[in-house]
């Protein structure tokens, strides 16, 4: 393993060994045009899912998954179909992954 993914990796456990979670952003791939998206890494050994977003901008996939984590970790489950936050109106539902990753279809949408 080269120095700079050890040096991330080692970056992630100790955000994840702090805050419980990190969120872990992918770039969009202009030659197949699929979106970007984001996901947490930390929530499984907890015993819990882990969450995903797709096509929202950065700093909102960012947040949206903060707050639901967050969410998730104090409360141990996510309502779904109503708003989590004040500030920032989401509904959740159940995805297949397989199924809805392979239609490119949306988890979450910003209202």
């Known amino acids: ?26 770039g969009a791939d202009e030659a197949t045009g699929k979106p970007n998206f984001l996901y947490t890494v930390g929530l499984t050994p907890r015993g819990l899912p882990e969450l995903y977003v797709a096509a929202l901008p950065f700093g909102v996939g960012q947040l949206a998954l903060n707050v639901l ?16 936050d004040a500030d920032l109106s989401v509904k959740l539902r159940v995805i297949d992954p397989d199924a809805d990753m392979a239609a490119e279809k949306l988890t979450m949408v910003r209202h």
Request: aromatic fraction near 4%.
């Open 1 to 26: 393993m080269n120095a700079h993914l050890t040096s991330y990796l080692d970056q992630l456990q100790a955000l994840i060994a702090d805050k419980g979670w990190a969120v872990q952003g992918v």
């Open 69 to 84: 984590a967050r969410r998730l970790v104090d409360d141990g489950d996510l309502p779904l179909g109503v708003d989590l």
